[in-house]
């Protein structure tokens, strides 16, 4: 049974028009965006004032600031100090309207984004979906290494790393402590490098005197890399430095070393198994299945190959942005980051603001890039700002800084801030939970 | 294959006796603490410097700060901020040994604690293993009623009441969000009290302006409540004036209401139906299954009846304390709160000390009731300190103080304080997170 939210057209009309006479034909166009991600919470909250009915539809009812899930992952952030509830954000726009709902589908014929039996019709549509992990050929290691994308699979990981080290005080066979305490990371982008300095500081540094017959600090943390560096994103000497800093905290670091073999007994690397209970993977990510929705052109990673405006060749009205996308600028496909999806959000916010009001000459999306960082541990990170780098506990610093301002919400920034100096001074974690049970 | 835990001994003599030879018959007496909550954790702070070896096994590897789960619940507190690490409380008690492992029963003629295939031997053993949600003769309600003891049953209820209001924007059927925004609560003890002026104001308040269709502020807070009055511990007068505080708060208080029937569309009382889809169990707990691994004798609730000394009639080295007894003091049992569990859990450890040391004559155990306490929504409690009353904004400061006090550890408490002061005047919820998929 199919058919159009009836009362989603009655709630925006009775908001925007709530003035007007119910059988009045005018009605602001209808812009619908699917994912509530940095682009498409930038483009919403841009659009706030705009002439436009607005409905925002996420499956989830929170916004997550991604770049810090890896210390909801290592114990020291809790779920809620990075997330918001969507419609809080959004409470001030009376032109908005939040749904929490799984979005099954996109009918371009009938411009509707179809939800499981409904269908939410659209004037434009924003696509911005984000990404999921990607074993490439391997679905089946999905099984024993888990990624890092969502609160769920954080929590995961958490309950993971700390259940290894319970099971390891309480297990007699040396050879079995060692592989319990052997925690690996797939991919050596930002994400693998962070999560591995985060693991060696909890295993060496917070951990080190709670136990009695193990030593945490005998944890090994080991980073695997297909390509020839770390971070291949960072200019080759930060690379280095950080690769450093990382062997610093105690991590191992392996370049020029694709994983082979992904199973419940660890992983295998140049024909050699290294034994582990705990992997974790950060080798990869996919385009979520809006290209699919839309049968559109996709890269190899799933990504829609968008016009230089962002919309779908050959449908003006929809969009697709951030991590879902696909776009060469000056030679290079752009990265999958934040500042990517934000700016992102907002240029397509502004061409529909243009649109639907005065309309003009448009320009295609043309992102700028304000620099590049990543940390390694509690005081160490590389920044690269169009060439110019910056390396150590400065470099960090402004990382905090950047990150704080921008989590959303005064409270969150706040508290956060409060945990980092706790956790920077003390090196305890404060979110030590293990709340999930083993398979 | 059963067999006692070799390397748990081995473990404990480096520890304790690391200076001795191994063939050395002396070895202090080993005490076994089953369960971390608040009684279990006052006996191993309080035999941190004692001559004995002790063992605290746990299944959790946390101690939780239950009297605020309820601010979990209700998207107040993150679960992390009313928990810490047991091992990590314990941290400094060189004598101590944490286990996180689920104990499976008691072997009394073998003096071993049964985990799973493993044993673990006691000379003294503390059984403080708690209580659970008990739904008298009906235990089917426990798929449609959910209780409000573990983290998971508190963030399963913040996505319960959440996803009802998410439901509810985007239900049509009038009926059908009048359901899903009625909250029914099963018995006025404290908890039900505390969870339902939460709700309350969780509805009324930090919701009000956050949807577009439905109006939050007309959700049903539904107290029910089998006796004549709500907190029926608390003198008569107190009670009237809780009810009063409730009621001011919007939450209907149905007393002398048994419940009949729970179900999936709501609860029976008196024949009548209230249409609900979420209900909230609080009208009683019955003890842990310690009892039965004891083939002790029980009360109804399933509570070890124990000698004066908290020991097992006819076990002198097994006592049972907190919620999982049942004990008579001035011809009135015991209530199942903290204040009892923490006295008999220091109780309990002074008595061993003395036995393993000086010996000498012993004295019952004797409560001390320092007064009881109840908050209702952000800024009302009602307090009863032996007679003398106290009730309002002074009451609930009073009550906010003692809970900020005893949240062990020092960033939990600063952080609490601040998300309550934050709560307070803004009405803001920071743990907003539906993070639990529906059934």
């Not at 114990?75 to 001030?92: C, D, K, T």
């Amino acid at each position: 049974m199919t058919g159009t939210i009836e009362n989603q057209e009655f709630i925006q009309e009775r908001n925007v028009h709530g003035e007007q006479a119910e059988n009045k034909p005018a009605r602001f166009p209808r812009v619908v965006i699917v994912g509530a991600g940095f682009g498409g919470l930038q483009a919403a909250k841009a659009l706030g004032h705009a002439p436009v009915q607005l409905t925002v539809v996420d499956r989830n009812n929170y916004h997550l600031f991604q770049p810090l899930l890896y210390w909801v992952a290592s114990a020291g952030l809790s779920p809620a100090e990075i997330s918001m509830p969507i419609r809080h954000v959004l409470r001030r726009q009376k032109n908005t309207t939040v749904l929490m709902e799984e979005v099954t589908g996109v009918d371009l014929a009938r411009q509707e984004v179809l939800l499981g039996e409904r269908a939410l019709p659209y004037d434009y549509l924003v696509l911005a979906t984000g990404a999921r992990d990607h074993y490439f050929n391997h679905p089946e290691w999905m099984e024993y290494a888990i990624g890092l994308k969502s609160i769920q699979e954080a929590t995961d990981i958490r309950s993971r790393v700390l259940r290894a080290f319970e099971l390891a005080e309480l297990e007699p066979d040396p050879e079995k402590i060692g592989e319990l305490l052997t925690f690996v990371l797939v991919g050596a982008g930002p994400t693998g490098v962070e999560m591995a300095g985060a693991i060696a500081e909890l295993a060496h540094k917070s951990l080190a005197k709670d136990f009695r017959h193990i030593h945490p600090t005998s944890a090994r943390v080991i980073l695997v890399e297909a390509g020839p560096r770390i971070l291949p994103t960072f200019p080759e000497k930060l690379s280095k430095k950080a690769r450093k800093a990382l062997n610093h905290l105690g991590v191992e670091v392996r370049t020029s070393s694709p994983v082979e073999q992904v199973d419940a007994d660890g992983v295998m690397i140049g024909g050699k198994r290294i034994k582990s209970k705990t992997i974790i993977w950060s080798a990869g990510v996919a385009a979520s299945p809006a290209g699919e929705w839309l049968g559109a052109k996709l890269d190899r990673g799933g990504r829609v190959l968008v016009s230089p405006d962002l919309t779908l060749p050959g449908r003006a009205n929809v969009f697709v942005i951030g991590d879902t996308v696909s776009l060469m600028q000056d030679g290079k496909p752009l990265p999958g980051v934040a500042p990517v999806a934000m700016q992102q959000g907002r240029y397509v916010a502004a061409l529909l603001k243009q649109r639907v009001t005065t309309g003009g000459p448009e320009r295609p999306f043309h992102y700028v890039d304000k620099g590049n960082l990543a940390t390694v541990g509690r005081s160490y990170a590389i920044v690269d700002i169009r060439g110019f780098a910056l390396t150590g506990l400065l470099a960090w610093l402004l990382w905090l800084v950047i990150h704080i301002y921008y989590l959303i919400g005064f409270r969150n920034r706040l508290i956060t801030l409060f945990q980092w100096s706790w956790t920077y001074f003390t090196f305890n974690r404060g979110a030590r939970l293990i709340t999930t049970k083993p398979d």
